[in-house]
């Protein structure tokens, strides 16, 4: 008889505000405050409904090998994304790779944010001495409005407090948390009681080089000075931008993930592909999907050693655009437009194209709320990641990174 799951994901929250970080953004309280509980059970009861199964056109993966899981930004569908809580609190969930996104400040000293405009991620607004620092920049060739990291100072920042960017996460922690250096974060994990990565993503090089901050040096130089140097150790640098990896494998031994973006999905389940900026600078007319192809995975073997794909290019998804507007249109009838109203498509051939070029393929995001999750998957994120993990990828970005860690147990549960 085959097994059924139910996976539990619970939070007990004992005190929330033992959680407070202190200026220097170290935690205190953190055995007395969030304790995160993933529990997987196997249930015959028939009143309890068993996890699906996944789309009938998934591909069976070969057993055993390791795949990460990868905290994005922390485990920041609870908390504040890049904050020491959500770094912690995803190493208690299990995570294997913490992934902190930086970007430098006036003073050269990189901290984690997911952008250079801090607007949206903490309470900067709410600060009237930094009122007039608000202002006008382009972004990787896009005009943003808003505070800007790189118009701060360290002490600066470190009065402000991180807040949840998306409306429909919980917010109660904001206001907690300050934003933390690398320093902090990599104090963090050396000091876990076990080995957690970390996969750090060089945020708008162009952007800060062209501003005087050179944000690949300051990073080589702080990884080395907490003894990470070598491929064995638990590093990856990821970045957007192909020329800045391709320098950056020529200075260190650290494993280099080239990532890659796309503008999006047409109704019919194409990929819109983009161009990484430093392409848009140099004048190189190639687009992501150029880098996918056989001679693309070729080159980026030569400087990387994996691939991080939007996961659509793994698994796209199709809607439906019944007025011929190019969008899809609201299918399950809930006032919006997302993926819940698409369908997947058979996965397409990358991953084994890229472990044929000898790359890894770490996908992102995977995230658990229903907007995210096409109608095929009933709802249920767990079969999301089954059919990636099927499929033969080597790790995934999670936004709940105690669901990623229950979801690939259950996978090694069933392969056995």
């Not at 929330?16 to 205190?28: A, D, K, L």
């Not at 608000?134 to 701060?152: N, Y």
């Not at 501003?211 to 990821?238: N, S, T």
Request: glycine content about 10%.
């Amino acid at each position: 008889m085959a097994k059924k799951f139910l996976v539990y994901w619970l939070q007990v929250d004992d005190d929330p505000h033992e959680w407070q970080g202190n200026v220097m953004g170290s935690i205190t309280g953190r055995r007395q405050g969030l304790r995160w509980i993933a529990l997987l059970a196997a249930l015959v009861s028939p009143w309890i409904p068993a996890v699906t199964a996944a789309p009938s056109h998934a591909l069976t993966g070969h057993v055993g090998r390791s795949v990460l899981v990868i905290a994005h930004r922390g485990a920041s569908g609870y908390l504040p994304e890049h904050t020491l809580a959500a770094y912690e609190a995803a190493i208690g969930m299990g995570a294997d790779f913490i992934e902190p996104d930086v970007v430098m400040t006036k003073d050269g000293v990189l901290v984690a944010r997911h952008e250079v405009n801090i607007t949206e991620t903490t309470d900067v607004a709410r600060h009237p001495e930094f009122s007039a620092r608000r202002t006008m920049k382009l972004i990787d060739g896009l005009a943003e409005e808003g505070w800007f990291v790189d118009d701060f100072t360290l002490q600066e920042l470190k009065t402000l407090r991180a807040r949840q960017r998306l409306a429909f996460r919980s917010s109660r922690f904001d206001g907690r948390f300050t934003i933390p250096t690398l320093e902090e974060i990599i104090a963090l994990v050396q000091h876990t009681g076990r080995r957690v990565g970390l996969y750090i993503e060089l945020k708008h090089p162009s952007y800060f080089l062209g501003h005087g901050l050179p944000v690949d040096q300051a990073l080589l130089e702080v990884l080395a000075r907490h003894g990470y140097r070598e491929a064995r150790d638990p590093v990856f640098i990821q970045c957007f931008e192909v020329g800045l990896l391709k320098a950056l494998h020529q200075r260190t031994m650290l494993r280099l993930i080239q990532l890659v973006d796309a503008l999006g999905v047409k109704p019919d389940g194409t990929i819109i592909p983009t161009r990484p900026y430093d392409f848009v600078l140099s004048g190189d007319h190639r687009t992501t999907a150029d880098l996918l192809t056989p001679a693309g995975l070729a080159e980026m073997a030569g400087y990387a050693a994996g691939i991080g794909p939007y996961k659509r290019y793994v698994i796209s998804a199709r809607g439906t655009d019944g007025d011929g507007d190019g969008q899809n249109d609201d299918i399950n009838h809930d006032a919006m437009v997302d993926e819940a109203d698409t369908v997947t498509m058979p996965p397409t051939t990358l991953v084994g194209d890229a472990h044929r070029a000898g790359l890894l393929v770490h996908v992102w995001t995977m995230r658990s709320e229903g907007r995210y999750l096409p109608a095929d998957y009933g709802g249920n994120p767990l079969n999301e990641y089954l059919q990636f993990l099927e499929l033969g990828v080597d790790g995934f970005f999670a936004d709940y990174p105690d669901q990623a860690h229950s979801a690939r147990l259950i996978w090694q549960q069933l392969a056995d």
